[in-house]
C-alpha cells in the first residue's frame, strides 16, 4: 500500500474546514455537566488527500466525524464552524444536510450491522441512494446497484444484490456499505474504524478496497484509525488527539520520524512493529485517559507524563506551529527535541 497521489488539479483545493468545534454530550442528571468529548477541534481536509485521525479509544474522534456528518442527536450540544465545500454544516436543516449527506459526503462506520437497514434488501438500500441523489429512475438504478456490487468485489453480485444484510458475511457487508458509500462518487468519504470489526485476514483487504477506490476516484479521505502501521503507510497528513483536542498535526513523515508530542511518541512506541525490532513488551502510557485533567486545568496529558513543567498548568494552552514551516502544528510547552528520537 503506498500513499495516494494528491492530483494536481485538486491539490490545495479546500474541501472540508473545521473550526474550534466542540461536542458535548449531555449528562445523565439534570445537575451533571454533561462529556465534553471535542473541545475546540479545527482541521482542514483537501480535495484528493487522506487525513488520519488517531489517538486512543475514548478521544472523542468519532464525536468529531459524527459532527462533521450532522449525525448527532438534537441533545448534543454542537458548536463552532464546520464548512463543507464552502457551506456551513453546523446548523443546517436535517432535510438540507440529507442533500449533502450520501452524496458529496460520506461515511463508513466500524459496525455495517448497525449501519444497514436489517430489514431491507441490499439492492433497495443501493436503489434508494441513487434514486434520491443521482435522479436515476428505478430500473437504471437496480443495473448500478449490481455495477457497484461488482466494483466493491462481491462475487455473483446479481444474486447477493436480492439479500438481506444478515446473509452476508461480516466482510461482504462491510464492502456493501463501501458500495452504498461510494454509490455517488463523494468528494469527502469518513471512514471510522472501517475493519476493527473484521477478521484480521480480511482488515487488509477492505481498507486496500477503500484506498483503492479512493484514489481511483481522487476522493478525499479521513479516516480514523487505531492501526498505526495503516496510517503510516497510506495518511498525506496524520492528527494525533487526546482528550478531545488535537496535540499534535502533521504531515506524515514528520509525526513519525519527528513526533514532537510526548503522547505522539507514547502511541508510536506502544505500536509493535512501527519503531525498530519486534519486542516482547509493548511500552504502554502509564495512566488512562479518564485520569486526564480537563483543559482549562492546563494540559489533560500532563498527568501521564514524564515530561511536565509548571507551565504545562497553563489556562491557554494553543495548537501552534513548529519548525519552519505552518504544516507542523503542536500543543506542548515542553516538546521533545527535533534530534531525540
Ligand atoms: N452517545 C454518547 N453519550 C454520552 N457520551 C458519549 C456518547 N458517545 C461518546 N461519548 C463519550 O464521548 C467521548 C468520546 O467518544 P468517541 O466515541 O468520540 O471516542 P473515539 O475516539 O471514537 O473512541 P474509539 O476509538 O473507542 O471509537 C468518550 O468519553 C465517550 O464515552
Ligand atoms: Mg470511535
Known amino acids: 500500500?503506498?500513499?495516494?497521489?494528491?492530483?494536481?488539479?485538486?491539490?490545495?483545493?479546500?474541501?472540508?474546514?473545521?473550526?474550534?468545534?466542540?461536542?458535548?454530550?449531555?449528562?445523565?442528571?439534570?445537575?451533571?455537566?454533561?462529556?465534553?468529548?471535542?473541545?475546540?477541534?479545527?482541521?482542514?481536509?483537501?480535495?484528493?488527500?487522506?487525513?488520519?485521525?488517531?489517538?486512543?479509544?475514548?478521544?472523542?474522534?468519532?464525536?468529531?466525524?459524527?459532527?462533521?456528518?450532522?449525525?448527532?442527536?438534537?441533545?448534543?450540544?454542537?458548536?463552532?464552524?464546520?464548512?463543507?465545500?464552502?457551506?456551513?454544516?453546523?446548523?443546517?436543516?436535517?432535510?438540507?444536510?440529507?442533500?449533502?449527506?450520501?452524496?458529496?459526503?460520506?461515511?463508513?462506520?466500524?459496525?455495517?450491522?448497525?449501519?444497514?437497514?436489517?430489514?431491507?434488501?441490499?439492492?433497495?438500500?443501493?436503489?434508494?441512494?441513487?434514486?434520491?441523489?443521482?435522479?436515476?429512475?428505478?430500473?437504471?438504478?437496480?443495473?448500478?446497484?449490481?455495477?457497484?456490487?461488482?466494483?466493491?468485489?462481491?462475487?455473483?453480485?446479481?444474486?447477493?444484490?436480492?439479500?438481506?444484510?444478515?446473509?452476508?458475511?461480516?466482510g461482504m457487508r462491510q464492502r456493501v456499505m463501501i458500495a452504498i458509500a461510494m454509490a455517488c462518487n463523494p468528494h469527502l468519504l469518513i471512514a471510522d474504524e472501517p475493519t476493527t470489526a473484521l477478521d484480521t485476514t480480511i482488515q487488509a483487504e477492505i481498507l486496500d478496497l477503500i484506498l483503492e477506490l479512493a484514489t481511483e476516484r481522487a476522493m478525499a479521505l479521513l479516516l480514523i484509525t487505531h492501526d498505526l502501521g495503516v496510517v503510516a503507510q497510506t495518511a498525506h497528513r496524520v492528527a494525533v488527539m487526546y482528550a478531545g483536542r488535537i496535540v499534535e498535526q502533521a504531515g506524515r513523515y514528520e509525526v513519525f520520524d519527528q513526533p514532537r508530542h510526548r503522547y505522539t511518541r507514547g502511541l508510536l512506541k506502544s505500536t509493535p512493529t512501527l519503531v525498530g525490532e519486534a519486542r516482547d513488551r509493548l511500552d504502554t502510557i502509564p495512566g488512562s485517559a479518564f485520569d486526564a485533567e480537563p483543559w482549562d486545568q492546563g494540559c489533560a496529558f500532563a498527568p501521564r507524563c514524564d515530561f511536565a513543567v509548571p507551565a504545562c498548568q497553563a489556562p491557554k494552552l494553543d495548537l501552534v506551529p513548529v519548525g519552519s514551516g505552518d504544516e507542523h502544528l503542536l500543543r506542548c510547552v515542553n516538546p521533545a527535541g527535533e534530534e531525540e528520537s
Open 1 to 170: 500500500m503506498s500513499p495516494a497521489p494528491v492530483p494536481a488539479r485538486t491539490h490545495g483545493d479546500l474541501l472540508l474546514s473545521v473550526r474550534d468545534l466542540h461536542v458535548t454530550f449531555p449528562g445523565h442528571t439534570r445537575k451533571a455537566t454533561g462529556t465534553k468529548a471535542v473541545v475546540g477541534v479545527s482541521f482542514d481536509v483537501h480535495a484528493g488527500e487522506i487525513l488520519a485521525l488517531v489517538g486512543e479509544s475514548g478521544c472523542g474522534k468519532s464525536a468529531t466525524a459524527l459532527a462533521v456528518m450532522g449525525l448527532h442527536g438534537p441533545d448534543v450540544k454542537i458548536s463552532g464552524a464546520v464548512e463543507f465545500d464552502g457551506v456551513p454544516m453546523v446548523g443546517r436543516s436535517e432535510r438540507e444536510l440529507s442533500r449533502v449527506r450520501g452524496k458529496q459526503l460520506s461515511m463508513i462506520f466500524q459496525d455495517p450491522l448497525t449501519a444497514l437497514n436489517p430489514v431491507i434488501t441490499v439492492e433497495k438500500q443501493l436503489v434508494e441512494v441513487l434514486v434520491r441523489h443521482e435522479q436515476l429512475d428505478r430500473k437504471e438504478a437496480r443495473a448500478r446497484s449490481v455495477d457497484l456490487l461488482r466494483q466493491v468485489g462481491i462475487p455473483d453480485p446479481q444474486k447477493r444484490v436480492k439479500d438481506y444484510p444478515h446473509q452476508l458475511s461480516g
